[in-house]
Every structure is written in structure tokens, then in C-alpha cells.
């Protein structure tokens, strides 16, 4: 009799051991079959050569990785979904793409163009975003509003940066002042600055007066 539930206690014992190994087994099989991979290869827009070390992240994930030497990268386990990609790199600014879709199983290409700042300027010209980058000593009164109304009219937005206007700040500034020299004339910026210190004058007028 003792050996018979001996015997009845190690069966269920395997039997539980194969069904959480079994468990085990498919939740890893589920993680798997449920994400996908990512890869591509990052070049300079300009001269279509590649881009090493650059940062790839799958926004929403921890899912991140660099371009090798070659600037080819690989990304996997990224749960299935939609994600947009965001690429970082010390020469260019941060760029963002398209949303991807990841689906279960399948490997997405996503091929990254980074632009330098003096193409990215170009592109924000035609796309009618443009900004002038001001250090962040700068101080522009009341910019929310009434600075806004002023600028608008010349065409450009101000943009703030750090403590200092790095190089390739400088390098996006210059096709702006191009481009807003050749929309607004030849002396445009003094005719600027000009309305927003009138401006600032009439502003700081009201402020006393209400005191």
C-alpha cells in the first residue's frame, strides 16, 4: 500500500514538473511569436555615406542600439505595434521618423537619412517652419504673443538653444538669414528688431501704469 502512493506521489510530481515546463515553454513562445525586428542602415542625406555609432531608439520601448561601422543596425524582441524611430547623432540634429509597424514574426527595413543643420534648414524653409536659434542669454519680453505677431510678419519664428549657439546652430542660421534676406530685403533684421524694442516700450508703459 505504501509503495502504491509512493508511487501515486512521484507521478503527480513529474506531472506537475512537465506542466510548468509546458507553461514555461509557451509563455517564452509568446513573447517570440508576439514581437518583431527592426533594421536598416543610416546615411548622411548629402553624400549617402553611412553614419557610425548613431542612436536608434523604438520611441515607447526600451528597445535601443547604435549603427555599426558599416551603419547598419538590428533591433529584436520589439513587441508588435506601431512606433515612431528616433535617431540621434553629434554632427545632426535629432530626427524622427514615420510611424513603423511591427508585426508578429516579420522583420521591418527602416533606411535613416540624417540631414545636417544647413539641410535641415532647407527643409523647414519649404516646409514653412523657420526658425532663427538664439542663445540663452537672449531675452526676448513678452515673446508668447506680441513677439510672435512681429516675427510672423518677417517670416521666421525664434528658436531657443542652450547657454551658447553651437556650430552647427550657426551652420542652420546662416541658410535662414539667407533665405529671410531674400524674402524680406536687405536690412530686414534692423527693421525687426526695431518693432520689437517700440513694441517693448509699449508694454513696459502699460505695466507702470498699472502700478
Known sequence: MKKIHLHIV????LFMVLLCGNSYAQKNNYHIHD????????????????ITSANIRVINTRVVTQSNSEGYYFMNNIPIGRYPV????????ASQSDTIIIQTGDTTI?????????????????????YLTLK?????????????KITSKYGFEYKYSGCMIEPEHA???????????????????EHCDKEIEEMVKKENKKQNNKK
Open 35 to 50: 514581437s518583431g525586428t527592426l533594421k536598416g542602415c543610416v546615411t548622411d542625406f548629402s553624400t549617402k555615406g553611412s
Open 10 to 13: 512521484v507521478i503527480f510530481v
Open 171 to 189: 551652420d542652420y542660421n546662416k541658410v535662414i538669414d539667407e533665405y529671410l534676406e531674400k524674402r524680406n530685403g536687405k536690412g530686414w533684421k
Open 110 to 130: 527602416l533606411n535613416i537619412e540624417l540631414k545636417n543643420y544647413a539641410e535641415k534648414a532647407k527643409q523647414d524653409i519649404l516646409d514653412g517652419k523657420v
Open 86 to 93: 528616433s535617431v540621434a547623432y553629434k554632427d545632426y540634429p
Open 136 to 148: 540663452g542669454g537672449f531675452f526676448v519680453p513678452y515673446p508668447s504673443i506680441e513677439t510672435e
